[in-house]
């Protein structure tokens, strides 16, 4: 029978159906005066499961209505998902690009109490009674617990719903992560927010500012779980401020979607996270080198000027930045003619001086319909639009703009591809700034905006934290695509979990202040453990003036973030490591060439965070997570897991106490010996600051350039700590700025330290198809409590070697070296 009209049968089992629902629902419609049995909206809680599923590594359990899904990911991850009415949203996540199934063993098991989940290293309990959920390691030691059932409200204006989750929250336990925050690195008691903002000279506790990492560690009775709420939505995370007892996190929409990361170790969590979120790749050589920026260099002159500078006052620096006025009425991909007549002549002629240009280019597009990049954007309708298909525009640099939607793969390609000029004329790295994205006035997009969202489709609700990211991740690919085998350089504002596969980040409009310091410090390493490892501030301060102190201590920091780069406000005076005077210039030297000396160490740290998911920065909790005291240090860190850094964040300090964890530690500048596992006093007159290293390491040391590829690297020192017990170290070597580590074509040494009071012994392993082209190293010896009298290399004599009045000892031999015997 062709017809609209539904049967009897049918419209009475309906009715039937309703009336079930009424009675549980009790938000079901009178049709005789619809608005009177309408309820408040409330939020609903899971009810009892009554019911177990499995699909393969996939468990499902009921309530009869409500439906939570139990994915096991690894061993060690369960990803948790509610569908409060059954049915899940599709699969999609732009910080999770491919969900990898690697755990070995599984199994469900049931009794009265609860269901069960278990894999090798965790289980997840579904207690029968209410639906809690927790989390239990092999050892019956709950980590994790729910204090109320999953919950979730119904958002009538836009349709979904508010989705909660609130967990158990110790008297003891403490919490990390969440990106960029600027508050104190313990986040107990503390709630924030997600919702990726411009913050202009942001203070103390001000939240939320450019990003939204949703992931927090939790450190319990010395145990560390991750938790990683995927949901791109405005979210909020409270450990236990509103109430002690609690840690709740919820979004404005959105699946409650979670994973559960076990440890033990905070080590493991980070490492975990970024099974799911990937890592940075290697970035080119020289973008670990110093960058100088300022709003803005130009014309050309003051460009040339600068870099000139740098040469003639034999500081080094690689990277010279060109901020907004580059353009022309700050259109994106656009030359103010005026003020650069060549850029490609100029571009080249500052790279045969060592220095990579970097172009900033910000989303908002000059709605101009003689502009190309508009027209092209406008005719393919690429730009973003209202909910009711007006173009979405706003006010930034250029004047009324429109927005391309990121969130298009077709966008991206697009965008991708305009970098074409900009790569021919030279340009090796991209700025992509006002990206939250920053609308003046407005502060950002109106809501109603639509996203096409990779096809999932979705409004700025949804898009919003993850639009600066898409940004950037169409600027990596495009340039990618088009330097071919080069790695192009990224850095970002904005950004989402996951963006670390695309971009470095800054983080932001700080201030030239002692406590921006201090905070830039905290921010760096919270950053560095929320997966975000590229990671550095302006340094100096954006806005305000630093003098020439502040500057200076800002660059030994500085020297020790992932990232160095010095930026500054266009209001400000000039702000380059020369412009204080003496004694302050020298001192910035001597620490960007320190930067310079251990490129080959933090190159390698690159590539264990890229290749093994080490963070590069590493907080002393997750040194010594089992110390309650160590979980409110934030001043010291380690710099890859052999240099202790300390930054010096108060004017006229002259010395100040530096925790160092378990172990023997070397001072950096007197050689020391110290046993750590308690504070120390240190010396901190401005021409140093604390710098401590590892006994055992293998430090490797290039000679100071005044640019990465400036000469051919004749021979590699390596710097040898004396130890009395075994410690490994690492040294990565490759072309440093092309893929073909990923082809395999690497090097990667290991070093294997030992000794005792009459001997120090060094071994050498390598793997990988990378050849070096330097043949020799040049060996120093730091710490021996004896003088050698021989030292045997392969078997083989070593004649001639100096013994020093440190008591350092140098000599050279051959980069092939195996085994190395120094003896009394
Ligand atoms: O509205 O491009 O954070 O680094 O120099 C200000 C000009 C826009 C903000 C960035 C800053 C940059 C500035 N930008």
């Not at 139990?70 to 910080?95: C, K, M, N, Q």
């Amino acid at each position: 029978m062709e017809s609209n009209i539904p049967n009897q049968e049918l419209i009475t089992s309906k009715l039937a159906e309703a009336e079930n629902l009424l009675e549980e629902e009790e938000e079901f419609h009178h049709l005789n005066n619809p608005a009177d049995g309408i309820k408040p909206i409330i939020k609903k809680y899971l009810g009892t499961p009554n019911h177990a599923d499995q699909l393969g590594n996939k468990f499902y359990f009921t309530d009869g209505d409500a439906k939570v899904e139990v994915v096991v990911v690894t061993d060690e991850i369960i990803r948790i998902r509610l569908a409060p009415h059954g049915v899940f949203l599709e699969e999609f996540s732009y910080a999770v690009p491919k969900l990898e199934h690697k755990a070995t063993a599984f199994t469900l098991y049931e009794d009265e109490i609860e269901f069960r989940v278990a894999t090798k290293s965790i289980n997840c309990h579904i207690r029968k009674q209410d639906f809690f959920i927790s989390f239990s390691d092999n050892n019956n030691h709950i980590t994790s617990t729910d204090a109320v059932p999953m919950h979730w409200e119904e958002n009538v204006k836009f349709g979904g719903y508010y989705v909660f989750c609130t967990k158990t929250c110790h008297t003891d336990e403490s919490f990390f992560g969440l990106g960029d925050k600027p508050t104190e690195f313990n986040l107990r008691g503390k709630r924030l927010k997600n919702w990726n903002t411009d913050a202009y000279s942001f203070a103390w506790n001000q939240d939320p500012l450019y990003r939204s990492i949703p992931f927090y560690i939790s450190v319990n009775e010395g145990i560390a779980h991750g938790i990683f709420f995927d949901n791109t939505f405005k979210a909020q995370f409270d450990f236990g401020a509103e109430d002690s007892t609690k840690t709740s996190f919820w979004a404005d929409g959105g699946e409650l979607q979670y994973y559960y990361i076990h440890g033990p170790h905070m080590m493991d969590v980070v490492k975990s996270y970024h099974i799911l979120t990937g890592t940075h790749p290697m970035p080119p050589l020289w973008a670990l080198g110093y960058h100088q920026c300022r709003w803005s260099y130009y014309p050309e002159a003051k460009v040339k000027k600068i870099t000139r500078g740098f040469r003639e006052n034999k500081i080094p620096c690689d990277g010279i930045y060109l901020d907004i006025d580059y353009m022309d009425g700050y259109r994106c991909f656009t030359w103010n003619r005026k003020y650069f007549p060549d850029p490609k002549k100029m571009i080249s002629e500052l790279a045969a001086d060592g220095f990579k240009t970097v172009v900033i280019i910000d989303p908002g597009i000059r709605v101009d319909d003689n502009y190309e990049v508009f027209k092209q954007g406008k005719e393919n309708r690429y730009f973003c639009r209202r909910c009711d298909d007006y173009f979405m525009e706003g006010h930034v640099w250029p004047g009324r703009c429109q927005f391309p939607d990121f969130t298009n793969p077709e966008v991206r390609t697009w965008w991708g591809g305009l970098f074409d000029e900009l790569v021919q004329m030279g340009v090796a790295g991209v700025w992509n700034d006002m990206n939250e994205p920053a609308v003046f006035g407005a502060g950002t997009f109106p809501d109603d905006v639509r996203h096409q969202y990779d096809g999932f489709r979705g409004s700025h609700r949804k898009a919003h934290n993850i639009y600066g990211m898409q940004m950037v991740r169409s600027t990596y690919e495009g340039l990618r695509n088009i330097m071919k085998n080069k790695r192009p350089f990224t850095i970002t504002r904005a950004g989402y979990s996951g963006v670390q596969r695309f971009s470095s980040v800054w983080t932001g409009d700080n201030v030239a202040s002692w406590e921006h310091l201090k905070l830039g410090n905290i921010q760096c390493q919270r950053l560095s453990i929320s997966g975000i490892p590229f990671c550095g501030t302006d340094i100096g301060g954006f806005s305000g003036e630093p003098d020439g102190e502040l500057f200076t201590r800002w660059i030994q920091m500085g020297a020790f973030s992932p990232f160095m780069r010095a930026h500054s406000a266009g209001d400000t005076k000039e702000r380059e490591p020369w412009s204080f005077g003496e004694p302050f210039t020298a001192i910035n030297r001597k620490f960007i060439e320190l930067r310079y000396r251990l490129l080959p160490y933090l190159y390698s740290t690159f590539w264990e965070h890229h290749r093994y998911g080490f963070p590069i920065l590493r907080p002393i909790v997750m040194h010594e997570q089992d110390v309650k005291l160590n979980h409110f240090r934030q001043d010291e860190y380690t710099y890859g897991d052999k240099i202790l850094v300390c930054p010096v964040m108060e004017a006229g300090q002259i010395q100040r106490n530096v925790y160092l964890p378990k172990g023997k530690w070397f001072n950096f500048w007197t050689y020391e010996i110290i046993e750590g596992g308690k504070e120390v006093t240190v010396p901190t007159p401005l021409d140093t600051l604390p710098v401590f290293i590892k006994a055992g390491s293998v430090i490797p040391e290039y000679p100071v350039m005044q640019y990465v590829g400036q000469h051919e690297i004749e021979e590699v020192k390596l710097n040898i700590y004396y130890t009395d017990y075994e410690v490994n170290s690492f040294l990565f070597e490759d072309y440093g700025e092309t893929f073909a580590y990923e082809q395999d074509i690497y090097l990667e040494k290991k070093f294997v330290v030992d000794g005792n009071l009459r001997k120090l012994t060094i071994s050498q392993s390598m793997e990988g198809l990378y050849t070096p082209r330097y043949e020799g190293y040049h060996l120093n010896l730091i710490g021996l409590p004896f003088k050698p009298a021989k030292i045997i290399a392969d078997g083989k004599a070593v004649n001639d070697f100096t013994i020093n009045t440190d008591g350092t000892v140098e000599f050279k031999f051959s980069k092939n070296f195996k085994y190395i015997e120094i003896l009394k």
